[in-house]
């Protein structure tokens, strides 16, 4: 079992910069792929970002390439979202997720672990 938290959300004016943090227990995340996804009101979910263990490879929806980085800590079982310039329409809540498999997916249903979500709020 892994559980996996998040934190860093808040409120930010747009142009600004936010850094989500996702911290999982268990002893295997650095052979898990991590992921973020985000939803906002009304709207489905969407694909942000993932990354993969071995080789280190990391992925991004068309909406955040350039300005979203996806980075991971194996020592410190963190996985991070660095969001750069940042828009009103990337407010959302920001969930983290984990792939057994390591397939760094941008489907969410082939993540076997979620976070409980950060809310991100991006004024104009």
């Known amino acids: 079992q892994v559980q996996l938290v998040e934190s860093g959300g808040g409120l930010v004016q747009a142009g600004g910069s936010l850094r989500l943090s996702c911290v999982a227990s268990?002893?295997?995340?650095?052979?898990?792929?991590m992921g973020w996804f985000r939803q906002a009101p009304g709207k489905e979910r969407e694909f942000v970002a993932a990354?993969?263990?071995?080789?280190?490879?990391?992925y991004y929806g068309d909406s955040v390439k350039g300005r979203f980085t996806i980075s991971r800590d194996n020592a410190k079982n963190t996985v991070y979202l660095q969001m750069n310039s940042l828009k009103p329409e990337d407010t959302a809540v920001y969930y983290c997720?984990?792939?057994?498999?390591?397939?760094?997916?941008?489907?969410?249903?082939?993540?076997?672990?979620w976070g409980q979500g950060t809310q991100v709020t991006v004024s104009s």
């Open positions: 990354i993969r263990w071995s080789p280190d490879r990391t």
């Open positions: 268990g002893r295997t995340f650095s052979s898990y792929a």
């Open positions: 997720a984990a792939d057994r498999y390591g397939r760094a997916n941008s489907y969410g249903g082939t993540y076997d672990y």
